[in-house]
């Protein structure tokens, strides 16, 4: 993993105008990955019934689940800088997924993806570049990490 100063800068402050807004950007995100993606959702079971965006948007547990997703992106951001604690967030949140939750790896650069679409909706093209090679970064680590608890 290898990020410039200038990268790392940019990078940040790509992501501190989506994070500024946690649970809201977070609840857009998986949102739209719930309805773009339908087959997303089956991994949650406590979002059954919840047949619409609107039903999505306001509920709690959604809302909760993306400001959690964005406080791990957001903890993933802050070590850009240090590999060793980059892979140290990354690697057990992969493991977590593939042993305990049986995410399939696919769905992570899904919802990333989608993050870089909400980010160019709102900010910009210039906010989306900025951030796409930690997008990919996460990606790769996470998918890593699915490899070595044998998926």
């Known amino acids: 993993m290898s990020f410039s100063e200038a990268e790392v800068q940019s990078a940040r402050g790509?992501?501190?105008k989506m994070y500024v807004d946690a649970e809201d950007n977070g609840t857009a995100v998986l949102v739209r990955m719930f309805t773009e993606h339908p087959d997303t959702k089956s991994y949650f079971t406590h979002f059954a019934g919840m047949d619409t965006a609107e039903e999505m948007k306001q509920s709690a547990q959604v809302r909760g689940h993306g400001k959690k997703v964005?406080?791990?992106i957001n903890d993933m951001v802050q070590h850009?800088?240090?590999?060793?604690?980059?892979?140290?967030?990354v690697?057990?949140?992969g493991k977590k997924h593939?042993?305990?939750?049986?995410?399939?790896?696919?769905n992570f650069k899904i919802i990333c993806d989608i993050i870089l679409q909400v980010m160019e909706e709102k900010f910009g093209g210039d906010c989306k570049a900025s951030f796409e090679k930690v997008t990919n970064e996460i990606c790769t680590q996470l998918n890593n990490a699915y490899k070595e608890a044998g998926w």
């Open 14 to 16: 790509a992501w501190e």
């Open 70 to 72: 964005f406080t791990a």
């Open 80 to 89: 850009l800088d240090n590999t060793e604690a980059f892979v140290g967030i």
């Open 91 to 93: 690697n057990p949140l």
């Open 98 to 106: 593939a042993t305990q939750l049986k995410i399939d790896p696919k």
